[in-house]
């Protein structure tokens, strides 16, 4: 078999565990981009909240997130291993887990004084971004619930129930966005805090779906996890902290480095945080593509390893990789070259139309660098591998990336060029971070496969 014929092989096996994670994602990722939509229709002052409040939450959903999914390795390779029990008491552990995490993460999403005076806000963004993280308190325990949902059905290769369920949560959001935004009757004008409220209702209605969907569907009786609720358990909590803590680290790191973007450039005016705030979620929506085919590498490696099948599992995990960069590639030639058409569907703003068009010069170069780490890494957990990866994202990320651009953008040094200053150098010092993030992560993942490789020859050899 060729080479070609193998990676196809794999793109075969990857896809149909992709597409769902894809069209899952992209729903969620739909409910940032109906608040994004809507509060830029409500004015300047709300986007800007908007931005800052969705900065905090992010900050703070996606580092506990990465913890609760390191139920995905470790149900994999159990389920790999027809451990069929064992793997469903790991959705209970995640559970406690998710449960136990949303204290503090509620905590700072209500007390967010920290995130105002990082990001100078005015006292008028203040109160609505205020009001828009208390509603988001609400929707932080059962959002980390149903994390642990998803992560157990990535593990088990049925993401498409999954899918469902986002697809639904967000046929909701739309018309109660609109409603707790512009209001209608006596629901008054909540203008940014709208947006949160409108999550929160989603988040608690999609974790009942869920109940129902564990109690009642046959395909879980064999896990028997609806049969009844397994107490906390040390030893289980204890190994998903271990692996979920640099994976929740790695993952906070990553956006953070984006995130605490948002914070810099809100002191630069409303204007600028507006651009970026549009031009965050159109990048985050094409991340959603190799973040699909993450999760579908990920899941079929960690299958494997259970299953003790080594050669398959190191050449499915490469492919994954080369599938990821591939297709990036693709896409963001094509969002390069149409990125002006592309913005005015968000707004009919041209001012804040030229203030996001310089911040898109980079998206090809910085697509298919965040394509190429984000698979690795992703295979990488399935292995169970997750320090060096923070290791590597720190540096990165937070160094080059987040460091680099506050320094080139705020011209720390006095030698930033005038065509980088502001907005456009943070974004140049993010893509850098990146390219140096998939060189590590890429080179590191191809180190360890053949490393893996030389040991399992050696007894053939002797």
Not at 64 to 78: D, E, F, T, Y
Not at 330 to 353: H, N, P
Not at 415 to 423: I, K, N, S, Y
């Amino acid at each position: 078999m060729s080479r070609l014929s193998r990676v196809l092989h794999s793109a075969r096996r990857i896809a149909p565990l992709a597409w769902p994670v894809f069209v899952g994602q992209v729903a969620v990722l739909a409910f940032s981009t109906v608040d994004t939509m809507m509060a830029a229709r409500a004015g300047g002052t709300d986007l800007a909240a908007l931005a800052i409040g969705g900065a905090a939450y992010i900050t703070v959903f996606i580092g506990l997130m990465g913890i609760v999914l390191a139920i995905s390795p470790i149900a994999g390779q159990l389920y790999g291993a027809k451990h069929y029990e064992a793997c469903g008491a790991q959705l209970h552990q995640a559970m406690w887990l998710a449960l136990a995490l949303s204290v503090p993460g509620c905590l700072v999403l209500l007390f967010p004084q920290p995130f105002l005076d990082l990001a100078r806000a005015s006292p008028d963004v203040a109160v609505k971004v205020r009001a828009h993280l208390a509603a988001l308190a609400v929707a932080l325990p059962p959002a980390l619930l149903f994390t642990a949902f998803r992560g157990f059905n990535t593990a088990v290769s049925r993401p498409k129930i999954v899918m469902g369920l986002q697809l639904g949560a967000l046929a909701l959001k739309v018309p109660l966005t609109a409603l707790f935004v512009f209001g209608l009757g006596p629901v008054p004008a909540f203008g940014a805090p709208g947006c949160g409220m409108a999550t929160a209702v989603c988040m608690v209605l999609q974790l009942g779906a869920v109940w129902l969907i564990l109690k009642r569907d046959p395909f879980y009786q064999r896990f028997h996890i609806g049969d009844r609720v397994s107490p906390p358990h040390r030893g289980s909590l204890l190994a998903l902290v271990r692996l979920g803590v640099p994976m929740g680290g790695s993952i906070m790191i990553e956006v953070t480095g984006f995130t605490f973007m948002a914070f810099f450039i809100s002191r630069l005016g409303a204007t600028p945080v507006a651009g970026h705030q549009i031009a965050v979620n159109l990048v985050s929506l094409m991340f959603m593509m190799p973040l699909a085919i993450a999760n579908a590498s990920s899941t079929l490696v960690a299958q494997r390893i259970g299953a003790g099948d080594e050669p398959d599992t190191h050449r499915v995990g490469w492919h994954g990789v080369e599938i990821g960069v591939a297709i990036a590639t693709a896409m963001g030639c094509f969002v390069y070259l149409f990125r002006e058409s592309i913005l005015g569907l968000y707004t009919r703003d041209a001012v804040i139309v030229a203030a996001a068009m310089p911040l898109l010069a980079w998206v090809a170069v910085f697509h298919i660098a965040d394509a190429a780490q984000a698979v690795a890494g992703f295979v990488l957990r399935a292995y169970r591998i997750a320090v060096v990866p923070l290791v590597i994202y720190a540096l990165a990320i937070w160094g080059v990336g987040l460091a680099g651009g506050y320094v080139v953008g705020f011209n720390v040094t006095g030698l930033t060029p005038p065509a980088l200053l502001g907005a456009v150098g943070m974004w140049f010092a993010a893509t850098s971070g990146l390219v140096v993030a998939a060189t590590g992560m890429c080179g590191f993942l191809g180190w360890m496969i053949r490393s893996r490789k030389s040991r399992a020859s050696l007894p053939a050899a002797t």
